[in-house]
């Protein structure tokens, strides 16, 4: 198995299209990292511009036609905002840690890219017409499918590892290297501002936002082994997750909805606590997200042991 | 040596929708024999091929390699199998290094001493670190070739494997397939449309024709068995209108050709004794009498054109 896994992520390496889409990764991260800095304001005196930030708030919730996760954002920061002040609590100074939760966006394009990559691991195979060369080995199809499920999946955590490392020490050189025990303030799952340490939060986004991806790499794979074609793999995985954005407003009408992988699949949700449906959970998400996940393995599983390999 | 044969196709079906692509193909091949494949385009040879590899379910019958049924027991039955189905298609992204070190990897036992030895006996030393991309098709057929070596199989299969070699290296492949089953006791299959090529490299053929085995026997059988011969007899051109009346009241048919003098008689090898005491006898100068043995093309011809007739 090991081997089998070795062999895959052989393949995935030594291509060119994965190195353009790493090195894309690190540019556009530390392209962001800098930006952050570029539009961070100073925060030398917090209080007035903690009230200052309490009136922009208060200006934007009276336009009306925002839409609903915009709102509930403005409405937490409102409060958070307010809190601080009632209760005298300073914004944390600028650090690497907080700069990682700002451009946690950025895991969108770990999951862009890894669809990019997990769409090509069975169809770029046919295509080629190296499928045959690699089945007539003393191998089952299962082991030779699951290692093609790791070694696309190991390649979304590396992706997701160096955006990571590579936002912290973008941010570590414009910030310092940051306090392990800062705290801000969030609201929990009860919707209660509490004091948090900002890293747990940040390895709670990361961390968990590896179920989202990968049932992005079960999606892809499923269709990649089904229709055979990396490009529509591409296309239709990708169509998902945009459409999947523009559902979360619609899930918080229609409570079926709740139950499609859409909104359960941004993470930052939970921990900026504008969750889609105010019953929804991390783990309410998570479970779904499991459920397709091992929907589509099984699909995929099933397509690939039974075909005829004539092409 | 083993005495059962090395594979053994019994009454092995392929149906698509209502049609037998193969039809209840049944033969052996017994180790150190290099059994041709012939048959037109369409005929069924890579499906049947497909069938041994076990890329395609078997609709009806089994294929049984080294006493294991590759629809049931794929592993063990596959682990004795080297094979190149349709075009060697490799990663062309890998290196040829690279593409012998992946297959290499999926059977156990198979050593880095291995790969390059195998790399030495395609004669690829030189540009094995290069892509495979860069490769001439030639390249790639010994580079298929050589993975379908690597773990020692006592059966390999190979389709259509001259495809775009130089005479040189078709005579060196020939002279390689020989050695390779009558020295080292492997039992080779090979498909090919090139008649002449099977005549000097394979020890039996059968001939296939729309998914149905229409004759199977040994190479010198099957050229040299029956048939008439084709003769041609050249006279002094001044008494080859009497030399044609002679052959005639003998009950032969003889042609003239476009040379001068010629006839073309189809009769026994046998009977040429007679015919040319007879042209003696009536003093006609015969300059020369020259017999064009079968060639397996027309061999082949004739059979599946009698197949045709009959359906």
Same mark, same amino acid.
């Given at each position: 198995?090991?081997?089998?896994?070795?062999?895959?992520?052989?393949?995935?390496?030594?291509?060119?299209?994965?190195?353009?889409?790493?090195?894309?990764?690190?540019?556009?991260?530390?392209?962001?990292?800098?930006?952050?800095?570029?539009?961070?304001?100073?925060?030398?005196?917090?209080?007035?511009?903690?009230?200052?930030?309490?009136?922009?708030?208060?200006?934007?919730?009276?336009?009306?036609?925002?839409?609903?996760?915009?709102?509930?954002?403005?409405?937490?920061?409102?409060?958070?905002?307010?809190?601080?002040?009632?209760?005298?609590?300073?914004?944390?100074?600028?650090?690497?840690?907080?700069?990682?939760?700002?451009?946690?966006?950025?895991?969108?394009?770990?999951?862009?890219?890894?669809?990019?990559?997990?769409?090509?691991?069975?169809?770029?195979?046919?295509?080629?017409?190296?499928?045959?060369?690699?089945?007539?080995?003393?191998?089952?199809?299962?082991?030779?499918?699951?290692?093609?499920?790791?070694?696309?999946?190991?390649?979304?955590?590396?992706?997701?590892?160096?955006?990571?490392?590579?936002?912290?020490?973008?941010?570590?050189?414009?910030?310092?290297?940051?306090?392990?025990?800062?705290?801000?303030?969030?609201?929990?799952?009860?919707?209660?501002?509490?004091?948090?340490?900002?890293?747990?939060?940040?390895?709670?986004?990361?961390?968990?936002?590896?179920?989202?991806?990968?049932?992005?790499?079960?999606?892809?794979?499923?269709?990649?082994?089904?229709?055979?074609?990396?490009?529509?793999?591409?296309?239709?995985?990708?169509?998902?997750?945009?459409?999947?954005?523009?559902?979360?407003?619609?899930?918080?009408?229609?409570?079926?909805?709740?139950?499609?992988?859409?909104?359960?699949?941004?993470?930052?949700?939970?921990?900026?606590?504008?969750?889609?449906?105010?019953?929804?959970?991390?783990?309410?998400?998570?479970?779904?997200?499991?459920?397709?996940?091992?929907?589509?393995?099984?699909?995929?599983?099933?397509?690939?042991?039974?075909?005829?390999?004539?092409? | 040596?083993? @005495?059962?044969? /090395? #594979?053994?196709?019994? =009454?092995?079906?392929?149906?698509?929708? %209502?049609?037998? !692509?193969? +039809?209840?193909?049944?033969?052996?091949?017994?180790?150190?024999?290099?059994?041709?494949?012939?048959?037109?385009?369409?005929?069924?040879?890579?499906?049947?091929?497909?069938?041994?590899?076990?890329?395609?379910?078997?609709? @009806?019958?089994? /294929? #049984?390699?080294?006493? =294991?049924?590759?629809?049931?027991?794929? %592993?063990?039955? !596959?682990? +004795?199998?080297?094979?190149?189905?349709?075009?060697?298609?490799?990663?062309?992204?890998?290196?040829?290094?690279?593409?012998?070190?992946?297959?290499?990897?999926?059977?156990?036992?198979?050593?880095?001493?291995?790969?390059?030895?195998?790399?030495?006996?395609?004669?690829?030393?030189?540009?094995?670190?290069?892509?495979?991309?860069?490769?001439?098709?030639?390249?790639?057929?010994?580079?298929?070739?050589?993975?379908?070596?690597?773990?020692?199989?006592?059966?390999?299969?190979?389709?259509?494997?001259?495809?775009?070699?130089?005479?040189?290296?078709?005579?060196?492949?020939?002279?390689?397939?020989?050695?390779?089953?009558?020295?080292?006791?492997?039992?080779?299959?090979?498909?090919?449309?090139?008649?002449?090529?099977?005549?000097?490299?394979?020890?039996?053929?059968?001939?296939?024709?729309?998914?149905?085995?229409?004759?199977?026997?040994?190479?010198?059988?099957?050229?040299?068995?029956?048939?008439?011969?084709?003769?041609?007899?050249?006279?002094?051109?001044?008494?080859?209108?009497?030399?044609?009346?002679?052959?005639?009241?003998?009950?032969?048919?003889?042609?003239?050709?476009?040379?001068?003098?010629?006839?073309?008689?189809?009769?026994?090898?046998?009977?040429?004794?007679?015919?040319?005491?007879?042209?003696?006898?009536?003093?006609?100068?015969?300059?020369?009498?020259?017999?064009?043995?079968?060639?397996?093309?027309?061999?082949?011809?004739?059979?599946?054109?009698?197949?045709?007739?009959?359906?």
């Amino acid at each position: 198995m090991r081997g089998l896994v070795a062999n895959e992520s052989m393949k995935i390496y030594n291509r060119k299209l994965t190195w353009i889409l790493l090195l894309l990764l690190v540019a556009i991260t530390i392209g962001a990292s800098v930006m952050g800095k570029i539009n961070s304001t100073n925060t030398e005196n917090w209080r007035a511009e903690t009230t200052q930030l309490v009136q922009l708030y208060e200006e934007r919730s009276k336009i009306t036609e925002t839409p609903r996760t915009a709102r509930i954002d403005n409405e937490n920061k409102l409060n958070i905002a307010k809190y601080r002040l009632e209760n005298d609590i300073p914004t944390p100074p600028a650090n690497p840690w907080s700069a990682l939760l700002t451009t946690a966006g950025l895991i969108e394009m770990v999951i862009i890219f890894t669809i990019v990559i997990a769409a090509d691991v069975v169809a770029g195979e046919y295509t080629a017409g190296t499928m045959k060369l690699l089945l007539i080995r003393p191998h089952s199809r299962t082991k030779i499918l699951f290692s093609k499920y790791i070694a696309a999946s190991l390649f979304a955590v590396v992706m997701l590892a160096l955006l990571l490392v590579c936002g912290y020490v973008t941010n570590a050189l414009l910030y310092g290297f940051g306090d392990i025990h800062i705290t801000d303030l969030f609201l929990n799952q009860q919707g209660q501002i509490v004091q948090q340490n900002v890293v747990v939060q940040v390895i709670k986004m990361y961390g968990l936002s590896i179920i989202p991806i990968l049932s992005y790499v079960a999606i892809a794979i499923a269709i990649s082994t089904v229709l055979r074609n990396s490009a529509l793999a591409v296309g239709i995985s990708m169509f998902i997750m945009i459409v999947g954005n523009s559902m979360i407003d619609a899930t918080s009408k229609f409570e079926w909805l709740k139950y499609l992988p859409f909104a359960n699949s941004d993470i930052s949700l939970y921990i900026f606590h504008i969750p889609a449906r105010p019953e929804m959970t991390v783990g309410f998400s998570i479970s779904v997200l499991l459920v397709y996940i091992s929907a589509f393995s099984l699909i995929s599983w099933i397509v690939f042991k039974k075909r005829d390999v004539s092409i | 040596m083993n @005495q059962t044969p /090395v #594979v053994q196709l019994q =009454h092995a079906t392929k149906r698509i929708g %209502n049609r037998n !692509i193969v +039809n209840d193909l049944s033969f052996d091949i017994p180790a150190g024999e290099v059994f041709g494949f012939l048959g037109p385009n369409g005929a069924g040879k890579t499906t049947t091929i497909r069938m041994m590899a076990g890329l395609i379910k078997i609709s @009806q019958g089994d /294929v #049984v390699i080294n006493g =294991h049924s590759i629809a049931k027991d794929f %592993n063990k039955a !596959i682990r +004795n199998v080297g094979a190149i189905v349709e075009n060697p298609d490799l990663y062309k992204y890998l290196t040829g290094y690279q593409n012998l070190k992946h297959y290499a990897r999926m059977v156990p036992g198979v050593s880095k001493t291995r790969i390059n030895e195998m790399v030495e006996i395609v004669g690829l030393k030189e540009k094995i670190h290069d892509k495979v991309r860069t490769y001439s098709l030639g390249m790639r057929q010994r580079l298929g070739i050589a993975q379908a070596l690597l773990h020692h199989p006592l059966l390999l299969i190979l389709d259509e494997p001259t495809n775009g070699l130089d005479p040189a290296g078709i005579r060196e492949l020939r002279n390689y397939l020989k050695r390779l089953a009558h020295e080292e006791g492997v039992a080779v299959f090979v498909s090919s449309h090139l008649l002449s090529e099977m005549e000097l490299m394979c020890d039996r053929v059968g001939v296939l024709q729309n998914g149905e085995l229409v004759s199977i026997q040994s190479i010198q059988d099957f050229v040299h068995k029956g048939g008439a011969s084709r003769i041609f007899v050249t006279v002094e051109p001044a008494q080859m209108e009497q030399a044609k009346r002679l052959i005639a009241a003998a009950d032969k048919t003889a042609l003239p050709t476009e040379h001068p003098g010629q006839l073309f008689i189809q009769m026994n090898k046998q009977e040429i004794p007679k015919v040319n005491k007879l042209l003696m006898n009536a003093g006609i100068q015969v300059y020369s009498i020259q017999t064009k043995e079968q060639t397996l093309e027309d061999k082949f011809l004739e059979i599946t054109e009698e197949k045709k007739c009959v359906d």
